[in-house]
């Protein structure tokens, strides 16, 4: 089954021809940094207006390199939460008009199930069930992932995200978008143990996550030093920071892989792409005895190849929509809506 994926969540347009869920026979982005780079962050109304204007080229190259037409394609698969209520809305209204025009299923994703999916895509032999810790710029969670469609949310982060910390961080250090990348690079060779960061604990939930008390920290760190004139190790710093940071990370994950029992660690995410965390899960997996799981590099970020794979699985489930299909910002990873 060749399913034709779009990807418009947040600042990259993407589009991808996926057979069966497992083998990209295309997959085009058109990313947007360069113009989000001067505003230090994603704008969202531009992000909108660019996918708008770029969404017809990505899709026709995307059948074109996979040496397709939309006769060859047996469903539409598109991103439609959670992420930017505006972008989404272009890849949704793109995907339901060519679902409506050539009479093809409608496949609605979700974004962090699609970051998963990914994992399909590097590893053949990867199947349900699986533990997930899933790091991206907006969620931080840990699942069970129970089936290819059916998801148990075992932690999450009770405010920041991992990626937001890591990008607030760089931000504050005048490091540019994209932050997490930039700072990952940037403390490659710094010392992480030069500055002392707090150890987050939520009360009685030992399984989430909390990346405000660390995001605050490093912004007092940076401003104290400011203020007295200190010059700060740029590269001591991020390496600090991204320690405690993955610390967090693998802390919990260790402890729910233990308490319930997985022995199959899946990552995924943009901040899976982060030198120091795949470090660190690798560490953890080997002291384990357990079987890592991580994303090629290529599909760590925002792309279309991840939402055909999951759309495939999807599909399978009988999870299509009609045209009532709308987008949303918000969604859990455990939700269904149409
Ligand atoms: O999953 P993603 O592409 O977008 C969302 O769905 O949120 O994740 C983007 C996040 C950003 O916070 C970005 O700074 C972070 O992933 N990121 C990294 C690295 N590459 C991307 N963070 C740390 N180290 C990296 N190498």
Redo the contacts with the bound molecule.
């Keep these: 089954m060749k399913i034709l994926a779009i990807e418009s969540?947040?600042d990259?347009t993407a589009a991808s021809v996926v057979e069966d869920g497992r083998k990209v026979l295309s997959g085009v982005i058109a990313s947007q940094v360069s113009e989000h780079i001067k505003f230090g962050g994603v704008v969202p109304e531009i992000a909108s207006r660019r996918h708008a204007e770029n969404i017809s080229a990505v899709v026709n190259k995307a059948l074109s390199d996979a040496e397709l037409t939309l006769d060859d394609i047996d469903a539409i698969a598109v991103t439609y939460a959670p992420?930017l209520i505006g972008a989404l809305l272009v890849g949704v209204n793109y995907a339901k008009a060519l679902s409506f025009g050539r009479n093809l299923p409608l496949i609605p994703v979700h974004?962090?199930r699609s970051?998963i999916a990914a994992n399909y895509i590097t590893h053949p032999d990867l199947e349900p069930p699986f533990f997930c810790l899933v790091?991206?710029?907006?969620?931080t969670l840990i699942a069970e992932v129970k089936s290819y469609t059916e998801f148990n949310i075992i932690g999450r982060t009770r405010d920041d995200?991992?990626?937001?910390a890591?990008?607030k961080a760089?931000r504050t250090m005048g490091i540019p978008y994209?932050?997490?990348?930039?700072?990952?690079?940037i403390a490659k060779d710094g010392d992480c143990t030069a500055f002392k960061f707090p150890k987050p604990k939520v009360e009685n939930c030992p399984y989430d996550f909390s990346f405000s008390g660390l995001k605050t920290s490093v912004i007092n760190t940076i401003h104290n030093a400011s203020q007295k004139g200190t010059p700060v190790n740029e590269a001591d710093l991020g390496a600090s920071f991204?320690k405690a940071v993955v610390t967090s990370l693998c802390t919990n994950t260790e402890k729910a892989m233990v308490d319930y029992g997985y022995n199959k660690l899946v990552l995924?995410?943009?901040?899976?792409?982060?030198?120091?965390?795949r470090k660190e899960v690798e560490e953890l997996c080997k002291k384990h005895n357990w079987k890592l799981y991580l994303p090629e590099l290529s599909l760590?970020?925002?792309n279309a190849s991840m939402v055909g794979a999951q759309g495939y699985y999807e599909y399978l489930a009988g999870n299509t929509a009609g045209l009532e299909l709308n987008a949303y910002a918000g969604m859990e990873i455990d939700n269904i809506r149409k």
């Design positions: 969540s947040c990259e992420g974004h962090l970051h790091v991206s710029g907006g969620n995200a991992a990626g937001e890591l990008d760089a994209p932050g997490g990348l930039n700072l990952d690079r991204i995924a995410g943009g901040v899976s792409a982060n030198s120091v965390l760590c970020g925002d």
